[in-house]
C-alpha cells in the first residue's frame, strides 16, 4: 500500500492510499492534471469519470471525482468507508483500488472496464459496431444479477445500490458485466429517501415507487425493481421511458400490457438476431412481479438468479428434474 498523507485527524489533510502500489505511477498533483475534460467518459449521480492511463505500459484506471457537498468532511472516517468498499469483492462488481482525499476534491481510483457501458451498447451505437447478441445479453443479465446478490446476501445491513441502470454495468473486453457505483452512498453523511428520490432524478424509468414514498420502508427490493427494469430494457431494446408528441411510453407498463394481451414477443428487440422464446417468454412474463408496486411482492436477489438459471437450462433437462 502506498499513502501519502498529514495528519489524518485534522479536516484540511490530504490523504492519497492506493491499495496496489504498483497500480498507478502518477503522484497525487500529475494525477489532478489528468482529468481534463477530454479524459472524461461518463458522469453519475455522485460523480464525473475519467479515464486516466496507470502506467507507461499501457494500462489504464478509472478515476471518479465525487461531488462533495454531503460527503463525509473527515479523512478517517471517510478511509474507514472507503475500505469498507474496498472489501466488497467480486467477479460481477467493478474493484476499488484507491483514493485521494481532500476538503476540496475526493477522488476514487478503480478498476477500467475496456467495453464501456451497457448504455453505449444499447442506446449509442455508432458505425458498424454490431447489436448485442441474445447470448451476450443473457450473460449481462445473469452475472449482473450474480453481483447484486453478493451485495445484498453477504453483508448486513445489506449493501443496496439504489442506481441499477445501464450506464452502471460496466462490460469487460468478453462482455462480463461489472456493476459500477455501488456503496457510494455509504460516503454520504446523511441519506434520506427524499434526498434519494431528488438525486436520482437522472435514472427516471429504473426507480422503484417506494422512493418517492415516504411511508414505506426502503429495503434491497428497490434494487430489484430496477434490475428487472434493466431485463426489459435488454430484451425489448427501448428506454424505461419514451417520449411522444403527447404521451410517454413506461416500459414496464408496455410489457404488462403486452403480456396480458398474449403478444409480448412481437416487443422484443429484433436487432439481436434469433433468440429462444423459451427463454425471453418466461423473463418477460416475470415483469409483472418484479416490478410490483408492492416491494414485500418482489423475489429477492438470490430468488432471482435461481429463476434465471432455471430459465437457462434446457427444457429437456427442466423435464427431468421435475
Known amino acids: 500500500m502506498c499513502s501519502s498523507s498529514t495528519k489524518s485527524g485534522s479536516p484540511l489533510a ?3 492510499i492506493l491499495f496496489d502500489s504498483k497500480l498507478l505511477t502518477h503522484r497525487v498533483g500529475n494525477l489532478e492534471t489528468l482529468l481534463k475534460k477530454d479524459a472524461e467518459i461518463g458522469e453519475g449521480v455522485f460523480e464525473t469519470v475519467y479515464k486516466v492511463p496507470s502506467s507507461p505500459q499501457g494500462r489504464f484506471v478509472a478515476i471518479k471525482k465525487l461531488v462533495t457537498s454531503n460527503l463525509i468532511q473527515y479523512p478517517d472516517d471517510f478511509d474507514r468507508e472507503v475500505r469498507v468498499l474496498r472489501e466488497v469483492r467480486h467477479l460481477n462488481l467493478i474493484s476499488l483500488e484507491g483514493y485521494y482525499w481532500m476538503p476540496q476534491i475526493q477522488l476514487l481510483i478503480t478498476e477500467y472496464a475496456t467495453n464501456r457501458n451497457l448504455q453505449t451498447k444499447l442506446h449509442e451505437r455508432y458505425g458498424s459496431f454490431p447489436p448485442l447478441s441474445w447470448s451476450n445479453r443473457f450473460k449481462i443479465i445473469l452475472e449482473t444479477a450474480k453481483g447484486l446478490v453478493h451485495l445484498q446476501h453477504s453483508f448486513r445491513p445489506p449493501i443496496i ?5 445501464p450506464s452502471n454495468i460496466l462490460l469487460d473486453a468478453d462482455y462480463n458485466p461489472k456493476i459500477s457505483d455501488f456503496g457510494l452512498a455509504r460516503l454520504l453523511t ?3 429517501k427524499h434526498v434519494i428520490s ?13 422512493l418517492a414514498c415516504q411511508s414505506l420502508r426502503v429495503n434491497e427490493k428497490c434494487d430489484i425493481f430496477s434490475f428487472w427494469v434493466l431485463i426489459m430494457e435488454l430484451v425489448i431494446g427501448r428506454r424505461p421511458v419514451e417520449y411522444g408528441e403527447d404521451n410517454a411510453t413506461i416500459l414496464s407498463d408496455y410489457v404488462r400490457v403486452s403480456v396480458e394481451q398474449g403478444n409480448v414477443l412481437d416487443c422484443v428487440d429484433l436487432s439481436m438476431g434469433d433468440y429462444p422464446e423459451d427463454e425471453v417468454f418466461p423473463m418477460l412474463k416475470l415483469t409483472m412481479v418484479c416490478t410490483s408496486q408492492i416491494p414485500s411482492s418482489r423475489p429477492s436477489m438470490a430468488e432471482v438468479v435461481q429463476i434465471l438459471q432455471v430459465i437457462k437450462t434446457p427444457v429437456p433437462q427442466r423435464m427431468e428434474t421435475l
Do not use: D, T
Open 14 to 16: 490530504g490523504k492519497f
Open 161 to 165: 445500490h439504489y442506481n441499477i441502470k
Open 190 to 192: 446523511k441519506l434520506e
Open 198 to 210: 431528488n438525486r436520482f432524478q437522472s435514472a427516471l424509468g429504473y426507480v422503484a415507487p417506494e
